[in-house]
């Protein structure tokens, strides 16, 4: 059973930094595209930085120069390293890989940047 779990999530004041974590395990990511998608209450959707096998990036506008994307395959895992957090910031946050065919997704986890 494929299985990706996020965390690192919580409660961070403005300026400040959370570091969210997903791990992979059911099936060999190793060579799938991973990323992170955002959604606040109210929006869409949105894609926040996505990372390809071999390190290529890609970051949506609003986090470029704040937010750091990375991955270990050898723990098929993917990270995203938040800094200076805007209360903008605020929504669950979801990893998801993909195969080109098959997407997985995990279940989410709550960022809240808030005084």
């Known amino acids: 059973q494929v299985q990706l779990v996020e965390s690192g999530g919580g409660l961070v004041q403005p300026g400040g930094s959370l570091r969210l974590s997903c791990a992979a395990s059911?099936?060999?990511?190793?060579?799938?595209?991973m990323g992170w998608y955002r959604q606040a209450p109210g929006k869409q959707r949105e894609l926040v930085a996505r990372?390809?096998?071999?390190?290529?990036?890609i970051y949506a506008d609003s986090v470029k120069g704040r937010f750091t994307i990375s991955r270990d395959n050898a723990k098929s895992a993917v990270y995203l390293q938040m800094n200076s957090l805007k209360p903008e910031d605020t929504a669950v946050y979801c990893c998801?890989?993909?195969?080109?065919?098959?997407?997985?997704w995990g279940q989410g986890t709550q960022v809240t940047v808030s005084s």
């Open positions: 059911g099936r060999d990511f190793s060579a799938s595209t």
């Open positions: 998801y890989a993909t195969t080109g065919i098959i997407n997985y």
């Open positions: 990372i390809t096998t071999d390190g290529n990036t």
